[in-house]
């Protein structure tokens, strides 16, 4: 953030100090590029926040990370039903797991929170909560690839799921 505010203020000064003819072409190019610099720093930032409400969908189907950051992850139930009616979670499966079978699997796993116990299918998980709760998990980015996460709540992947993908 430091860096994009440096050059915008570059920006501004070399829109001063070019004040002619020439000037104008050069203060769009550099500006166009500070808002580059900006965009990647947010799609590949290691914290993430993840919303889901009431409506039983997450704000997010797609994150990306880079191969062994350190990721952190924020989910936040943003609406008002408890976790026992509408209980999220974020579920980061190992590669090659097929979404499908792990739901059906969780659906069984009430007593730890839709999580089967001992379970080698799983990359990283936040617990399971309820509106106006969050939780946070900290983990590293695992080999590059593309991933699949879901809320195991039962019936919730139907919508609640998305990609992950490590570049
Ligand atoms: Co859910």
Known sequence: MKKAILLLTAVAFMAVSCNNNSGNSTETQTESSAAEAAAEEETTGNEITLNAGDDMKYDLNEIRVKEGEQISITLRHTGKLTKDAMGHNFVLLASGVSLAD??????????????PEGTNEVIAHTKLIGGGESDTIEFTAPAKGTYEFLCSFPGHSALMKGTFIVE
């Open 102 to 115: 792990f739901a059906a699997k969780a659906i069984q796993a009430k007593a730890t929170d839709y999580i």
